[in-house]
């Protein structure tokens, strides 16, 4: 039996190819957004390409054994164990030998496992069963990375599999509600919020806690002159210098990446102190500088930080409904300062049409309290918007996707 020859190209496939010629010449002199655009064209020319038949191959068989020979590599210790392989690379027997030896792991096992992850390209095959390190397997071995593999693969996956029966006993309608959704299915938990449940269960708090910080690396961060105007819109303005009063609160900052990053980039710059907010199982695993104080918060409640130049939310807003957004903004308005203090909103954007899988993915949808609210300019098919963010606020940082932006605003004058 012949294989049927290839159909020619669709006009799509070949408006891809010419995008990825485009973008390689952009990508090799270091154009700002050409690595992000081409990794997205060649995504989008793999997909129209394909069979039906590998795509299917692809999603069923091998992106599912990925994740699981992940977390196995994960549990044993492999990425640690390839840490110190020369770039030759070893065989599986010797890689064996010095992953976690309470497990005294198989090594025809780890044989199999790193034959599957050359396969996905997260290892790399120097000879026949001879495998090296890639910069993705020499990251994995990260303690965040392999936080962020345990939190997916063995608390979340629970959650994806009650989707079904979730959406089945809620008469498939959309989740509208923080403390009543497929994660409080899963776990039993309905009327807590996930962060209620973390604080029951700490040590899987601080895996969400430490994949939200692995998630920040390797992206723009939100104080670069090119996604919002530090200097021009926070530190201008501010009529004297005091390392005591408050300059920017990061409310529900998590473990403090993106204050500790502001410190960074302005060190001797910033006219008063940073201070984190946050519960106070995931405050005590920060590891703040000097002129960054943590605190333990409830947004639900009054903000206890007064006269602050900005009062930050990341990933915040999108997590809640609408009412609960009204609380959590509402409780930052009397610490306001008029004229002087705003509010600082980074969100996702989504875009009417063509939404970035880092927008539309199931752990966005379900993982932020599956109330499925995102920020846009206009109707998004799987979830709500609040449009408000793009016609009453001024927006920075719209780039390339998947697109981030901060929206921001100042309590109205008396």
């Not at 063995?154 to 959650?159: A, K, M, R, S, T």
């Not at 519960?279 to 903000?303: C, N, W, Y």
């Not at 309290?369 to 449009?387: H, I, M, T």
Request: charged letters at 20%.
């Amino acid at each position: 039996m012949t294989t049927p020859p290839d159909p020619n190209p669709s006009p799509q496939a070949l408006s891809h190819l010419d995008t990825i010629a485009q973008l390689s010449h952009g990508f090799k002199n270091g154009e700002p957004g050409a690595r992000q655009g081409l990794l997205d064209a060649c995504r989008h020319l793999i997909a129209e390409i394909s069979h039906p038949s590998e795509n299917m191959l692809q999603l069923l068989w091998a992106q599912p054994a990925h994740l699981n020979v992940l977390w196995m590599a994960t549990e044993v210790k492999l990425f640690q164990a390839m840490q110190s392989l020369p770039p030759s690379g070893a065989s599986a027997s010797e890689i064996a030998s010095q992953c976690d030896a309470n497990k005294n792991v198989d090594p025809i096992l780890v044989g199999r496992m790193l034959r599957h992850l050359s396969a996905m390209g997260t290892v790399r095959e120097t000879g026949p069963g001879i495998f090296s390190h890639t910069p993705t397997s020499s990251a994995f071995a990260q303690p965040a990375y392999q936080d962020s593999i345990l939190y997916i693969a063995e608390n979340f996956q629970p959650v994806h599999q009650s989707m079904k029966s979730y959406l089945s006993e809620h008469g498939w309608q959309n989740p509208d509600s923080g403390v009543d959704g497929p994660f409080q299915h899963a776990y039993g938990c309905k009327g807590s919020s996930y962060f209620d449940f973390f604080a029951q269960q700490p040590e899987i708090g601080r895996r969400f806690a430490s994949m939200m910080d692995m998630w920040s690396r390797g992206r723009p961060r939100w104080f670069d002159t090119e996604y919002y105007p530090v200097e021009e819109r926070l530190i201008r303005g501010v009529a004297e210098t005091d390392a005591a009063a408050p300059f920017l609160v990061d409310v529900g900052g998590g473990t403090g990446h993106d204050v500790e990053g502001l410190r960074e980039a302005f060190q001797g710059q910033l006219p008063g102190k940073l201070i984190l907010q946050d519960r106070p199982e995931i405050v005590k695993l920060a590891s703040l500088g000097p002129g960054v104080d943590g605190m333990p918060h409830d947004f639900l409640t009054e903000q206890p930080v007064k006269g602050a130049r900005a009062y930050y939310l990341h990933s915040i807003i999108q997590d809640w409904n609408d009412q609960v957004c009204t609380t959590i903004l509402k409780a930052i308005v009397p610490a306001m300062k008029r004229g002087h203090s705003k509010v600082l909103v980074n969100d996702f954007v989504v875009p009417t049409q063509g939404a970035h899988w880092a927008q539309s993915k199931p752990l966005h949808l379900l993982l932020r309290l599956f109330s499925l609210v995102s920020l846009g300019r206009g109707d998004l098919a799987n979830g709500k918007q609040r449009v408000w963010i793009g016609n009453s606020w001024p927006v920075w940082g719209q780039g390339t996707a998947p697109r981030r932006s901060i929206g921001s605003c100042t309590r109205a004058r008396a």
